[in-house]
């Protein structure tokens, strides 16, 4: 397909989704888009935004906005960031290297995962930036602090402890497609290779360099499966606040802790003198039945106060989602599945029109809402419900409406 059709067509995140439908093996479309047994907090993750509704006030817009944000001391161009997710160079040849480029060209942060088939040095090496590390608790506390220690070495700008993946979420999708690393192609899943064939001929030179990169160790062979499930039997269920506590004595710069749900977690999140927090259930890909994101949000953000950004991710799939997280009182949006979507479409460049149409419907919701800036926005600017009334009184009053030329300052 031409650039300029796919870009047509590609108009929407929901368009991108189809495409690379279109684009990928069924098990490799299903490894990112499914979640959890019924994917059920995976569907609540994007209905949750139908809930509110916006309330505007265009006699206070203006004919530019600034989507800009403070995060940890660097300025964003606009509050979306891209999560996490492991294999992302199962999607097109040096998957991460190419998202981070479409990331930092867009002026955003890019967070690599520890699962990532490059390795974070390599990552590194490319100089995208801003760029964060996720890590987990492993059992074996010192791997925990090598990938801490390598991230600081490769001047990552952030590290993320990711909390809610201390086991395995039980992913129907890849067990019925048989999905594995490194990709064995099933006869069942035949007809999605006809329309995959451009995929097919991309990947298939890198099959045997798809690892997880960050867990070879020189000298080692790399074998994924094996990798696979050294990776599992790493994790540790028994994790608790004595590690976030050692990852923090540990690493100097912003922490952030991701899969936060509850916000009595919140709460101990900020005694424990992490920087940010992710208001995540891992894209409804761990456990099913967790509440989804967006509806997690306010009373997370009532308990913290103020007192560190809170972050979110899960179902944002249109810059008015974004704006209804910010005027929740989230500082930024992570966004996983949306840009494996463009990846797998067209690499960079799909990666970073995925980003674009973020930034674009951003922009054009604050525009009709009446919104100069990302700090215009708050609770004033959505209908009343009974269920957030507590939260918003909980709130201070918004700041005062600031035009683009008082952004600046
Ligand atoms: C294919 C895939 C792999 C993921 N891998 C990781 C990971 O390695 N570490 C992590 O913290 N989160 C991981 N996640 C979760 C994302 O960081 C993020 O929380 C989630 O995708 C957000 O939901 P969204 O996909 O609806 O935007 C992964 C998600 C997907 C779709």
Redesign the pocket.
Known sequence: MSMERWRREGGSVAAMRRMAQRALPRPVFD??DGGAEDEGTLRA?ESAFDAVEFLPKPLEGTDARDLSVELFGRRLALPVIV?????AGLFWPQGEIATARAAAAAGTAYCL???SVCTLEELAAGGASPRWM?VFVYRDRGFTDELTDRAAAAGYDAL?L?ID?QLLGNRERDARNGFSIPPRLRLSALPSLMTSLPWLLRMAPEFKTITFGNYVRPGEAADPAALAAKMASLLDPSMSWKDVARVRERWRGPLLL?GILHPDEAARAVDAGVDGIIV?N??G?QLDGAVASFRALPPIVERVDGRIPVLM????RRGADVVKALALGARCC?????V?WGLAVAGEAGAAHVLDIFRREIDRVMGLLGAAGIDALGPHLLAPRPDLDSWKAARPPAGPVRKMKDASE
Do not use: E, M
């Open positions: 490894f990112a993750n999560g996490p997710t492991g294999l995962s520890h699962g996720q993320v990711t993946n991701k995540s891992h894209g890909r991710d899960g179902g944002v992570l966004v996983g599945r949306p494996l």
